[in-house]
């Protein structure tokens, strides 16, 4: 059983996001994974504590807008799809992102970009030669 967190988002963050949503936890039930989705939207955010974050095995990004605070997953192996993806084929979504972490070719959060974790940056500025 694999334990992965999700966060949805539309452009207006209201119905698309939260049938997003829906459809991954339903389908992670199905499928006998642990799915958990974090909702970004015009109501508002339910973000996830770090602990559940640090505890997932993977993420799923299904989403239209930026995603708030995206650092907080950094390393964590990924799949970026639109909003409307997930809501129409969340089981096939979640069987492609497994199953590129097997065969080692799922993407990790802030892999090969300058996105680094908070204390790598801070680590990064204090060694700047004066």
Same mark, same amino acid.
Do not use: W
């Given at each position: 059983?694999?334990?992965?967190? *999700? #966060? =949805?988002? *539309?452009?207006?963050?209201?119905? $698309? ?7 991954? &936890?339903?389908?992670?039930?199905? +499928?006998? $994974?642990? #799915?958990?989705? /974090? =909702? ?11 602990? /559940? ?26 799949? &970026? #799809? ?5 809501? $129409?084929?969340?089981?096939? +979504? ?7 972490? /097997?065969?080692? =070719? ?25």
């Amino acid at each position: 059983m694999a334990k992965i967190v *999700c #966060v =949805t988002s *539309c452009i207006t963050g209201i119905a $698309h996001t939260y049938m997003a949503a829906e459809a991954l &936890e339903q389908a992670g039930k199905k +499928l006998g $994974h642990d #799915v958990k989705v /974090e =909702t970004q939207g015009s109501a508002g955010s339910n973000p996830f504590k770090q602990a /559940e974050i640090d505890s997932a095995d993977a993420v799923i990004f299904a989403v239209d807008l930026q995603v708030k605070d995206r650092d907080r997953f950094n390393g964590k192996p990924f799949i &970026e #799809v639109p909003v409307a993806k997930a809501m $129409h084929g969340a089981q096939a +979504l979640i069987n492609q992102l497994l199953e590129s972490m /097997e065969n080692g =070719t799922a993407k990790k959060v802030g892999e090969g970009s300058s996105a680094a974790p908070a204390a790598e940056k801070k680590t990064e500025k204090a060694a700047k030669p004066a």
